[in-house]
């Protein structure tokens, strides 16, 4: 049996509905942590691109230390996404690039982006990547996103 959660709702800005379904077959893995796929019909789509942990002047913020990495990571894509006009509401992928990565290390991803994630919604597609290296070594983590908003 496929499993379908549908949303339909408005953005922030104004216009059509868009429809959101989350996506999770029986016969593949479930994660209360992600959806298999997400559709959605109406909108209008925004790629993210990685966000690391470098603050406004460029400094890194939270050296060594994953979790104040993912954090300034996640307060970064919340910028950009308000700055386009979306919210992590209106996410429905997420990547992360996790360099030098340990299994032991996801719990520590799920607790900030938790932190970010409406609600009560589903959770948006998901992918973790783990990588020898990301464009600077003290960069433990890069993460994108893909938005769909109203027109």
Do not use: C, H, W
């Amino acid at each position: 049996m496929l499993a379908l959660f549908s949303l339909e709702g408005y953005s922030q800005s104004k216009g059509k509905p868009i429809e959101k379904q989350f996506i999770n077959p029986d016969g593949v893995s479930r994660s209360p942590g992600y959806s298999q796929a997400v559709s959605t019909v109406g909108g209008k789509t925004i790629f993210v691109s990685g966000q690391v942990a470098l603050n406004s002047k460029g400094e890194l913020v939270g050296p060594g230390d994953l979790k104040v990495q993912t954090t300034q990571a996640f307060e970064n894509m919340k910028m950009v996404l308000a700055t386009a006009g979306a919210t992590f509401a209106d996410v429905v992928k997420l990547s992360y690039f996790v360099r030098n990565y340990d299994p032991s290390r996801v719990p520590v991803i799920r607790t900030v982006r938790d932190q970010y994630l409406p609600k009560g919604q589903p959770p948006p597609a998901s992918t973790l990547v783990g990588v020898q290296s990301l464009f600077r070594d003290d960069v433990l983590i890069e993460i994108e996103a893909i938005a769909v908003v109203q027109q």
